[in-house]
């Protein structure tokens, strides 16, 4: 898939911002006024900036609101509903914490499960790719859900949770990848029986439609050299696990804090490239891998 | 909630008013529904009344909006104002370049005719140009048919009065079997496909021989990837398997054929002709009397295997000959194979079933009817096999005799002109003579006494001046090419640069991209065209006029550029005197005409030739007091008469437009056209249908569409005793003698029955791959890439390299390889192709643009990634150290041998930081800049 | 809307011969042709007079070599362009309600009004049948010519799809195949007609032929033919009693 920087923008800092979110609603940090004010700040920040970033790849924002009419089969909408859902509960709750310096806990839980169930709907919206055999797994969501915590309790400065949600989130993430490798083989579709042709012998692309390139090879046909994958996987481990936790593991200093957040974000970002660009869709084969 | 959809309005008007004519994005000539909207064009379809297309369009046409609004479209006329080549003009008025024109023309014609070279590519209006040069009185003109496929021409028309496409079509009803050689696309575009559709929906089945398998030979049922240049050994050794095991149609051959005819066998100067009465009529052995009568004679029942002594001399049946050549083991299928890449079985299985499906399933349809010899036949016996062939097995230098031997083997089988069989099209057929011989004779002033072209019997015929020089700039018809039928267009800059046979002064061309893609030679040629002389510092050829339509590569090398209109836009003529789009079953014809108005200053080229005409006074072109007689093209085609009522148009003569094929000028006649969708068919009486050489009732009927002028049944020619007559002037006999260094060669390839010998390798050393084009359906030469649809289809084109030379070279996809001819080298991407003969490359025919043309941004990727393979094809073969220069052309007609070439292959030795194809040309100046950088197109509302 | 209808009264699509596909492209520019000037937006061209000429297609001509264990490769052409699916995903992953499958003849279309242009409905289709428009910023797909199957202003015999009534080899063919009679059922049940990835359980409308077995001549044609005479002079011995018979 083409790993348009939007949408990479917008799961990685949405994903933060809600997981940043749930924390604040379970009152983890406990905080009113003004931390809570700066805080929420970042969550909504993360967030809405997020879903914003997310329209800069559609066609017509300007008919965004239509996305919210299909919540019955559509994940996209759901995450649509969701989101505001999450995000009105969390302003209400935030706002009580700002300035009535009032917890109304229901209503914080309600906005944390909200705002896990928009990181949920927002992986379902790839999981339910059977096109893309890589994200069409179960290990898709906890994927999204861990990288939402783990990036959310680090914003929320709970480092041992931290510590072990990131931990947590790298081993899904590894465990994402083995998968995805052998996903496309597994999914048993193949250009056989993309072209019905396997009853002949060994089926090969020969000339590709068009030497012309068109929208399906621009989003569908990213082709990552395997070396460089490798290389960018253990780049953004390190990153986005490795160093952070080794950081929170030092005494506990802001400057050190930001730091952890900054590779943390950093490695969740190149992650996300790879979550893109690595992802094989099945169209790909009717292309081969003979284009240009 | 019940399920709720949207309204769609699945009835909107489809446009405002349909205008029918006929398609130019190639020359098969469909016919076309332009759908108007606001006066402009929105939408292409094919005519489902239209005898070629019946309402199939194929890629070209379907895009004929995208050519016909190309922002490459020449706006007005233009003088050059750089150094030629440059691509630097000044727009000017018709009113001027007309007389710039007439200041160069006329000067010659009062005075050198022969000066002017006109030269047309694919001209639809050869009846009307070729009757302008020859008003003009200049010898040298022809139209492209030399570099194209003159050998399938010619040895379809020697052999038995036409060739395929145009002149003929498979009996696509009726045939169960259809063998396809040497053909990636054809002019018979659509019928072709519709044809193999129409097969294929019966089931019945197609061999494909063809080096590569794709096309038609991928949905082939069977595939001979065949070696190229091979096909005539292939072809006579079916015939030796077809002969050899009696599955022949033996009183097809003695009725129809000049299979019994009687040759002389004594030595001597009649040795090989056939014998004749006083009438110079054929004889053959009637079977009843066992006498030598005219082949023709009522009730004769000629003999297959008869001799005749007589004056001492034996003479022998061309049936004999053929018996005693090709029964020879030397055609034995374990005698050919190697060579040609088939296995015996395969040559020995296909033969089988040619013979199987001719034979054992031939069936009858009961019509009537009675041949020329008197007798009347109860029904027509049908053979359901049928062949069709092209440019793979003509573009070699032994094309003629590989076309001449698969027409003879048609014929042993009985399915020329018979139901299930190949069948031609009216005025076909059409035998050798039947046609004009070429006349060369030039007056100052005057027009030349006859036709340009034609077809040679003999010696006497060729085109030579008194010292025996060629008397036409394209050596046309002469010793090194005798049955030149169709000129040699891809001469006639070489030799004007040369001075060679002669000097001219002014190059006149017409829709060909002469120094592109329709020549061999790129580089060389764009050399010639810029060349000065030394002395006086002029172009060696002093003056060049172009017409395109388009900003092409040729356009740079003119000096004067007269802009055509787009197919849309102008009168066109697609006459029986010509070109016709006849069917089997019917005489057709057809027009062009502006379904819309040009919005620049560009005029239909014909229209241009009228005027100029005109201006320069030729005989036809004025009246008496020496005003114009032709308003323009249109009325040219309305008025003009060949002989006594017969025109360019065949339908709606007759003053008040009830007249067919013969009567008085109807100056309404374009009207009735439109009105009809651009055409015009006459359809052939049932019982006049088949068997058209013999059929008295076709003949009867051709006469009276003025295709005849009295009924002319003949003989198919198994033997071409025309051929005979240049070997015995090689052997010696005769005034008119060939040059000491061309005897042997005439002699071994000028034979009557077909040969195959192997194309001269001389110089081929470690060259030892086929390299061969192949046409693209969806573009059409170089004047697809205009068009914003289909360049997205083929922007570039790879050298496609079997699986066995891309391991040897170390090649793998999107590798740069240098290709290699013995004239120079290229560089150029490839991909793995496993369906294809195994020693055989092949790309793309014109994808490779030059920088600077086509409106196309210099860096598209045509003029990076495209190439020809033109740039290393020569038009002479390497020296051979005999001090001549052999043309790389078929010996008998002067064929382009294109598929000739031999390369060799190797990885490029800098592929990574090579971003471009070599040679690489520098840029030309757009005259019309570049196109836009988006495209919506829509118009109306 | 964006629910697929739980049955359509017809199921209308293609059958794609591909035995009999040469791979022309007609149908691709008829298509773009019909589509350019009909149904919704223009089909667009991003640098058409440039170096990377792109732009929408609705119908894309792919070709394939297929190599048998024993015996010479084959080259097949391969028409696509949307399949109509029954169970289709990029109908239920639609979040705007654009894309939707008509009740009344199972035509999967996009309501261009109503698309935001996110691209998910062809992330879902696993054949590459939608592209999205570049200039107009909608999706665009087959619309299996719904503005000329129905269309009132065109004679009977037009109405079908552009690519069906152009296709020069009568590889095409159109019709419901809810009908059991249809010429497309016929053809389907006849010709062993095919559904493309049936894994991914979208259930395909369009069905495609498969090509015929090929390259069979040396061992299913008419037995070899036997010689007459070995010798030139047997064979004229022959000749004449053959020419006796006639
Ligand atoms: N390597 C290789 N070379 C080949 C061949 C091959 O097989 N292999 N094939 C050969 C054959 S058979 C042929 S016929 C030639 C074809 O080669 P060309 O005859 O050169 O064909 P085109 O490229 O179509 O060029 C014709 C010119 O006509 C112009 N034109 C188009 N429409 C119009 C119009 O309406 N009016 C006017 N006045 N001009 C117009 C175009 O702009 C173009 O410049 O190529 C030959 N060259
Ligand atoms: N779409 C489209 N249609 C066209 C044209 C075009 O440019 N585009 N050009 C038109 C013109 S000018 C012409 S002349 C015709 C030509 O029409 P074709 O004759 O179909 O021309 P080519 O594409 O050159 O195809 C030649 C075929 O012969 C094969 N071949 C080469 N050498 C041999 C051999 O030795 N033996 C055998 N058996 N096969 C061989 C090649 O593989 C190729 O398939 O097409 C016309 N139609
Ligand atoms: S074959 Fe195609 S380009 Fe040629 S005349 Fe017919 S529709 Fe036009
Ligand atoms: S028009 Fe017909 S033959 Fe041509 S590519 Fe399309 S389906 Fe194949
Ligand atoms: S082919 Fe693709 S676009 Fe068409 S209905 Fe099926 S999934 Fe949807
Ligand atoms: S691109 Fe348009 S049609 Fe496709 S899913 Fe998005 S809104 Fe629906
Ligand atoms: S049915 Fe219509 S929209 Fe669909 S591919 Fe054919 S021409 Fe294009
Ligand atoms: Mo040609």
């Known amino acids: ?292 | 909630m019940g399920y709720q959809q949207p309204v769609v309005d699945t009835s909107p008007k489809v446009s405002d008013e349909v205008r029918k004519t006929t398609c130019y994005m190639c020359a098969c000539r469909c016919g076309i529904n332009v759908h108007m909207k606001d006066g402009k064009v929105a939408y292409i379809e094919g005519n489902r009344d239209h005898p070629v297309n019946r309402g199939v369009l194929c890629a070209k046409g379907s895009s004929g909006i995208m050519q016909h609004n190309a922002p490459s479209r020449l706006r007005a006329p233009m003088k050059r104002v750089g150094p030629r080549g440059s691509g630097e003009f000044e727009e000017i008025s018709w009113d001027e370049a007309l007389e710039i024109a007439t200041s160069w023309l006329k000067p010659l014609r009062e005075k050198h005719p022969e000066k002017l070279a006109f030269f047309t590519g694919r001209d639809q209006s050869q009846s009307f140009t070729s009757f302008w040069a020859q008003n003009f009185g200049t010898p040298n003109y022809a139209a492209h048919g030399g570099f194209c496929s003159v050998n399938m021409a010619a040895a379809g028309i020697y052999t038995m009065g036409g060739a395929f496409w145009e002149f003929g079509q498979p009996d696509w009803d009726h045939t169960k079997l259809f063998m396809l050689f040497g053909v990636a696309e054809d002019h018979d575009s659509n019928p072709i496909k519709m044809g193999i559709g129409r097969i294929k929906a019966r089931g019945a089945k197609v061999i494909g021989v063809n080096p590569i398998r794709s096309g038609y030979n991928a949905v082939a049922d069977e595939w001979v990837g065949i070696t190229p240049g091979t096909d005539g050994l292939f072809i006579l050794s079916l015939i030796h398997v077809l002969m050899k095991s009696g599955r022949i149609d033996l009183d097809y051959l003695a009725r129809y054929t000049n299979a019994p005819c009687l040759v002389n066998a004594a030595e001597g100067p009649e040795k090989g002709l056939l014998l004749r009465d006083g009438d110079g009529k054929p004889l053959v052995i009637d079977r009843t009397s066992g006498k030598p009568v005219p082949f023709d004679q009522p009730g004769v029942r000629p003999r297959l295997n008869a001799t005749l002594e007589r004056d001492g001399t034996t003479h022998r049946t061309v049936f004999h000959l053929m018996a005693t050549r090709y029964l020879s083991e030397e055609f034995a299928p374990e005698s050919v194979a190697e060579r040609c890449g088939v296995p015996a079985e395969r040559i020995r299985a296909i033969a089988a079933e040619l013979a199987r499906v001719a034979f054992d399933e031939a069936f009858e349809l009961e019509r009537e009817w009675t041949d020329f010899r008197g007798e009347t036949h109860k029904s027509m016996i049908g053979r359901p096999v049928s062949f069709h062939a092209m440019r793979g097995i003509s573009a070699h230098a032994n094309g003629f005799q590989t076309c001449r031997a698969l027409h003879v083997l048609q014929i042993i089988l009985g399915t020329v002109e018979v139901p299930g069989g190949f069948r031609f099209k009216p005025p076909y057929p059409k035998p050798a003579e039947a046609h004009p011989r070429p006349h060369v004779g030039v007056t100052p002033g005057a027009p030349l006494d006859g036709p340009h072209l034609g077809f040679v019997h003999g010696p006497e015929d060729l085109a030579l001046k008194e010292d025996g020089s060629p008397a036409r700039i394209d050596k046309a018809f002469t010793w090194e090419n005798p049955m030149s039928s169709h000129g040699l267009m891809h001469m006639v800059i070489s030799n004007a640069h040369a001075g060679d046979p002669y000097r001219i002064d002014t190059l006149f061309m017409y829709m060909a991209n002469m120094s592109w893609n329709s020549t061999m030679n790129t580089a060389g040629v764009m050399e010639m065209l810029t060349d000065r002389d030394p002395e006086t510092g002029e172009y060696v050829i002093p003056r060049i006029i172009y017409s395109d339509a388009y900003s092409s590569e040729m356009v740079a090398y003119a000096d004067l550029i007269l802009p055509d209109t787009t197919y849309l836009e102008r009168h066109d003529c697609i006459s029986l005197l010509d070109r016709p789009i006849c069917e089997a079953d019917a005489a057709a014809d057809a027009i062009r005409w502006p379904v819309v108005e040009p919005d620049r200053d560009v005029r239909g080229f014909q229209s241009v030739l009228v005027d100029l005409g005109a201006r320069l006074g030729l005989p036809a072109f004025v009246n008496e007091d020496g005003s114009p007689k032709w308003r323009d093209y249109a009325d040219y085609i309305v008025n003009h008469e060949r002989k006594p009522g017969v025109g360019p148009l065949a339908g709606w003569r007759g003053k008040d437009g009830s007249k067919t094929g013969r009567g008085e000028v109807n100056p309404e006649q374009l009207d009735r056209y439109i009105e009809n969708g651009g055409f015009f068919v006459a359809h052939i009486p049932e019982g006049a249908d088949y068997y058209k050489p013999w059929n008295t009732a076709y003949q009867d009927w051709a006469v009276g569409m003025g295709l005849y002028d009295s009924p002319q049944p003949y003989l198919f020619q198994l033997y071409v005793e025309p051929m005979r007559r240049f070997q015995l002037a090689a052997e010696g006999h005769g005034t008119r003698q060939p040059p000491e260094h061309l005897r042997q060669r005439i002699l071994d390839t000028m034979d009557p029955l077909p040969i195959w010998y192997e194309t001269d390798q001389t110089g081929n050393e470690g060259f030892s791959i086929n390299a061969l084009t192949q046409r693209p359906m969806a573009m059409y030469h170089s004047w697809g890439t205009q068009n914003a649809w289909l360049r997205q289809l083929h922007g570039r084109n790879p050298l496609y390299v079997p699986t066995k030379i891309m391991r040897e070279a170390g090649l793998k996809d999107g590798d740069w390889a240098r290709v290699s001819s013995p004239h120079g080298s290229i560089v150029v991407p490839v991909m793995e192709m496993a369906a294809l003969n195994e020693n055989t490359v092949w790309t793309w025919n014109a994808i490779g643009k030059r920088k600077g043309a086509w409106a196309l941004t210099p860096d598209a990727p045509e003029a990076t990634k495209g190439f020809l393979l033109n740039h290393i094809i020569h038009e002479l073969l390497p020296p051979k150290g005999d001090g001549l220069r052999w043309a790389n052309s078929d010996p008998v007609t002067g064929q382009a041998a294109w598929f000739d070439l031999k390369v060799k292959i190797e990885k490029a030795a800098e592929p990574d930081e090579r971003s471009e194809c070599d040679p690489a040309f520098p840029p030309i100046k757009s005259p019309v800049g570049t196109g836009p950088k988006e495209l919506r197109w829509k118009v109306g509302k | 809307m964006t629910q697929l209808p739980a049955k359509t009264e017809r199921k209308l699509g293609l059958v794609i011969d591909l035995d009999t596909c040469v791979g022309c492209h007609a149908c691709v520019i008829s298509c773009k042709g019909w589509n350019t000037e009909n149904y919704g937006a223009p089909l667009s061209d991003q640098d058409p007079y440039g170096a990377n000429p792109r732009g929408t297609f609705l119908n894309r001509v792919h070709s394939y070599e297929c190599t048998p264990a024993d015996g010479a490769a084959q080259l097949i052409h391969f028409p696509k362009s949307c399949l109509h699916c029954e169970d289709a995903p990029c109908v239920t992953v639609c979040p705007t309600g654009a894309s939707y499958k008509r009740v009344e003849d199972g035509i999967v279309l996009v309501n261009e009004s109503d698309c935001i242009g996110c691209g998910l409905c062809a992330w879902s289709c696993p054949y590459g049948a939608r592209e999205l428009d570049r200039a107009e910023g909608v999706m665009k797909k087959c619309t299996l010519c719904i503005d000329r199957i129905y269309n009132e202003n065109l004679p009977e015999e037009d109405r079908i799809p552009a690519c069906v009534r152009t296709c020069p080899a009568g590889a095409r063919h159109f019709g419901d195949f809810a009908d059991p009679e249809s010429n497309v059922s016929k053809l389907v049940a006849e010709r062993g007609g095919m559904d493309l990835m049936p894994e991914q359980g979208t259930r395909p409308v369009n069905k495609y032929l498969p090509p015929r077995p090929k390259d069979r001549i040396d061992s299913d044609a008419a037995p070899a033919l036997k010689p007459v005479a070995e010798e030139a002079s047997g064979f004229f011995a022959w000749l004449d009693k053959a020419l006796e018979k006639l």
Request: hydrophobic letters at 55%; proline letters at 3%; glycine letters at 10%.
């Open chain 1, 1 to 292: 898939m083409h790993p348009a920087p939007s949408v990479i923008i917008f799961t990685t800092f949405s994903g933060l911002g809600f997981g940043l979110l749930t924390f604040l609603g379970l009152g983890l940090p406990e905080v009113t006024g003004m931390t809570a004010f700066l805080l929420f700040a970042v969550a909504y920040l993360f967030a809405v900036g997020g879903l914003i970033a997310s329209t800069f790849h559609l066609g017509h924002p300007e008919r965004a609101l239509k996305a919210f009419t299909q919540w019955r089969t559509s994940w996209l909408s759901r995450e649509g509903w969701a989101s505001v859902i999450a995000l009105a509960l969390m302003a209400l709750y935030g706002a009580g914490l700002v300035f009535l310096g009032q917890r109304w806990v229901l209503l914080g839980y309600a906005g944390a499960l909200m705002s896990l169930l928009t990181v949920f709907t927002t992986s379902m919206i790839y999981t339910q790719l059977k096109t893309i055999p890589r994200w069409h797994t179960a290990l898709t969501p906890v994927r999204f859900l861990s990288f939402a915590l783990a990036g959310g309790a680090l914003l929320a400065g709970q480092v041992k949770t931290a510590i072990l949600l990131l931990l947590v989130a790298g081993v899904v993430q590894v465990a994402h990848w083995m998968r995805g490798d052998g996903a496309l083989a597994a999914s048993g579709t193949t250009l056989a029986s993309a072209t019905g042709l396997g009853r002949i012998g060994d089926v090969r692309a020969f000339e590709p439609p068009h030497t012309g390139s068109n929208y399906l090879l621009e989003e569908f046909v990213h082709v990552v050299g395997r070396r460089h994958s490798q290389k960018l996987r253990v780049i953004s481990i390190l990153l986005m696990v490795a160093v952070p936790v080794a950081l929170l593991m030092l005494p506990f200093n802001h400057l050190i804090a930001a730091l952890a957040v900054l590779s943390h974000v950093l490695g969740v970002l190149v992650a996300r490239w790879l979550f893109f660009a690595e992802a094989e869709h099945v169209v790909g084969l009717y292309y081969g891998k003979r284009h240009a």
